[in-house]
């Protein structure tokens, strides 16, 4: 409760920041001194140090698993904005508003993250969404970018209805919005659960990019501000799978056999299709936007299982596949040409960039001694333990195996070819805030209960 009150009262003091400041460095401060008090305040609360306690007559708990999420997401948040506020600049002129919006879509993360009721999952999804639009089409000079928020907007609003037809069709079986009311079913579930439950699948397979609902996920990522694609395909969408888990672990935890298969299936596609896309891309940006479907549907496998080993794995995936895609990205805003042929040569005439960026590419790739290599282990770990489908499991380890090609194309360009110095403006809290990023993959890749410790005491 302390940070969701708290993300909500900054993104309005934000929003009034650029009345009162003049400066752009002033309100790039006021938002990172805001950014660490909320990740402060929210560790505070799993200490039990809760500042507002109100009654939410059971439709919010913020439970160890909830808040352990919180605390990931709000620091790589202040991470990203440590590497990334300045760039925000370039954007448009409503500066203080792009930093009222992040804060505002950090308010809907926590409720995603806590809900026990269908109207709070809906509320934080929507008060997720809503500013992403915004964000999307904010540089208004670029026809790209406004496509692309078009896109996001019309295809958004569609799932919408898609869950908000879903959760009335739940509740005109149970009367009930309370998740664990939903769960109390029979062995022969009616046809307004069934259908119901689907819509919800469908609704937040779009959210989280799963195949075959990912269409608009390229385009969005590629045409928004690089600046925002960073936040978008990392927080965001970590948020929205643990909202996802939530959701049918509590109410449609009992009908996992009816469900389980189809969600086997959208993990295959959406490992095939994110991975085998990304192959052939020319844009590193764009390869990263179909190699972040194919992070989904390694994420989807603890939907899939369901199981102590998934949560786990998902807090780590979570913290591993957000840590690493905002170096990259941060990396990738500063240069001009963002194709493979821009890294050629990179090592050579920035060492530091290249080896940092070396490190985030190889975790993403599932490499030993980074955090992306353990928290695929606890993803198939998690579906081994469901003692269902092994087909899928070794179909995921032979996808991992493709994705080491595309990002090994990154590596070999910038440490194998010959290529023209970039032009880049770096100061150095960027640089030692990319080798605290770097370090903590590493940290994480070796010793995973320095953050999965925090989920049992």
Same mark, same amino acid.
């Given at each position: 409760?302390?940070?969701?009150?708290?993300?909500?009262?900054?993104?309005?003091?934000?929003?009034? %920041?650029?009345?009162?400041?003049?400066?752009?460095?002033?309100?790039?401060?006021?938002?990172?001194?805001?950014?660490?008090?909320?990740?402060?305040?929210?560790?505070?609360?799993?200490?039990?140090?809760?500042?507002?306690?109100?009654?939410?007559?059971?439709?919010?708990?913020?439970?160890?698993?909830?808040?352990?999420?919180?605390?990931?997401?709000?620091?790589?948040?202040?991470?990203?904005?440590?590497?990334?506020?300045?760039?925000?600049?370039?954007?448009?002129?409503?500066?203080?508003?792009?930093?009222?919006?992040?804060?505002?879509?950090?308010?809907?993360?926590?409720?995603?993250?806590?809900?026990?009721?269908?109207?709070?999952?809906?509320?934080?999804?929507?008060?997720?969404?809503?500013?992403?639009?915004?964000?999307?089409?904010?540089?208004?000079?670029?026809?790209?970018?406004?496509?692309? %928020?078009?896109?996001?907007?019309?295809?958004?609003?569609?799932?919408?209805?898609?869950?908000?037809?879903?959760?009335?069709?739940?509740?005109?079986?149970?009367?009930?919005?309370?998740?664990?009311?939903?769960?109390?079913?029979?062995?022969?579930?009616?046809?307004?659960?069934?259908?119901?439950?689907?819509?919800?699948?469908?609704?937040?397979?779009?959210?989280?990019?799963?195949?075959?609902?990912?269409?608009?996920?390229?385009? !969005?990522?590629?045409?928004?501000?690089?600046?925002?694609?960073?936040?978008?395909?990392?927080?965001?969408?970590?948020?929205?799978?643990?909202?996802?888990?939530?959701?049918?672990?509590?109410?449609?935890?009992?009908?996992?056999?009816?469900?389980?298969?189809?969600?086997?299936?959208?993990? !295959?596609?959406?490992?095939?299709?994110?991975?085998?896309?990304?192959?052939?891309?020319?844009?590193?940006?764009?390869?990263?936007?179909?190699? @972040?479907?194919?992070?989904?549907?390694?994420?989807?496998? @603890?939907?899939?299982?369901?199981?102590?080993?998934?949560?786990?794995?998902?807090?780590?995936?979570?913290?591993?596949?957000?840590?690493?895609?905002?170096?990259?990205?941060?990396?990738?805003?500063?240069?001009?040409?963002?194709?493979?042929?821009?890294?050629?040569?990179?090592?050579?005439?920035?060492?530091?960039?290249?080896?940092?960026?070396?490190?985030?590419?190889?975790?993403?790739?599932?490499?030993?001694?980074?955090?992306?290599?353990?928290?695929?282990?606890?993803?198939?770990?998690?579906?081994?333990?469901?003692?269902?489908?092994?087909?899928?499991?070794?179909?995921?380890?032979?996808?991992?195996?493709?994705?080491?090609?595309?990002?090994?194309?990154?590596?070999?360009?910038?440490?194998?070819?010959?290529?023209?110095?970039?032009?880049?403006?770096?100061?150095?809290?960027?640089?030692?805030?990319?080798?605290?990023?770097?370090?903590?993959?590493?940290?994480?890749?070796?010793?995973?209960?320095?953050?999965?410790?925090?989920?049992?005491?």
């Amino acid at each position: 409760m302390n940070a969701l009150l708290l993300s909500a009262v900054l993104g309005v003091v934000m929003m009034f %920041s650029g009345i009162w400041l003049k400066s752009k460095s002033a309100i790039r401060n006021v938002a990172i001194v805001g950014m660490a008090l909320l990740l402060v305040v929210n560790i505070l609360e799993m200490s039990g140090m809760i500042f507002f306690r109100i009654d939410t007559k059971g439709m919010i708990v913020f439970d160890r698993f909830a808040l352990l999420f919180d605390s990931i997401a709000f620091l790589s948040t202040l991470l990203y904005l440590f590497l990334s506020a300045q760039d925000i600049e370039k954007v448009g002129i409503n500066y203080a508003d792009y930093f009222a919006l992040i804060f505002f879509i950090l308010c809907g993360i926590t409720l995603t993250s806590s809900f026990k009721s269908l109207l709070i999952l809906f509320l934080g999804v929507e008060i997720i969404s809503i500013p992403l639009y915004i964000l999307t089409g904010s540089d208004k000079r670029n026809l790209k970018s406004n496509e692309a %928020s078009l896109k996001y907007f019309l295809l958004g609003s569609f799932s919408t209805g898609l869950m908000l037809m879903g959760i009335a069709l739940i509740y005109g079986d149970k009367g009930s919005f309370d998740t664990n009311s939903i769960n109390l079913i029979t062995e022969t579930p009616s046809a307004l659960i069934v259908a119901g439950m689907l819509l919800l699948l469908f609704s937040m397979a779009f959210k989280v990019s799963a195949a075959p609902f990912h269409f608009w996920a390229p385009d !969005v990522y590629d045409g928004a501000p690089t600046v925002f694609t960073s936040f978008m395909a990392t927080i965001v969408k970590a948020a929205v799978f643990i909202a996802f888990i939530r959701l049918f672990e509590e109410a449609f935890g009992n009908l996992q056999n009816k469900w389980q298969l189809l969600m086997a299936i959208i993990t !295959v596609a959406t490992l095939f299709i994110g991975n085998i896309t990304a192959v052939f891309q020319q844009s590193v940006k764009r390869m990263l936007a179909y190699s @972040s479907i194919a992070q989904a549907g390694f994420m989807m496998l @603890s939907v899939y299982a369901m199981n102590a080993e998934a949560k786990e794995g998902l807090l780590l995936y979570s913290a591993a596949y957000s840590f690493a895609t905002i170096g990259i990205f941060a990396v990738l805003i500063k240069m001009k040409d963002y194709t493979f042929d821009g890294f050629n040569g990179f090592a050579k005439h920035q060492p530091l960039l290249a080896a940092t960026t070396t490190i985030f590419l190889l975790s993403l790739a599932g490499i030993p001694l980074t955090a992306g290599f353990l928290a695929k282990f606890y993803m198939l770990k998690a579906a081994l333990g469901t003692g269902k489908y092994l087909w899928l499991v070794i179909f995921a380890v032979i996808m991992a195996a493709v994705s080491v090609y595309y990002y090994f194309r990154v590596i070999q360009a910038m440490y194998f070819k010959e290529g023209d110095p970039p032009v880049l403006q770096i100061t150095p809290v960027f640089k030692w805030t990319l080798v605290i990023l770097a370090a903590l993959v590493i940290l994480l890749g070796i010793f995973p209960n320095l953050l999965l410790t925090w989920y049992y005491f």
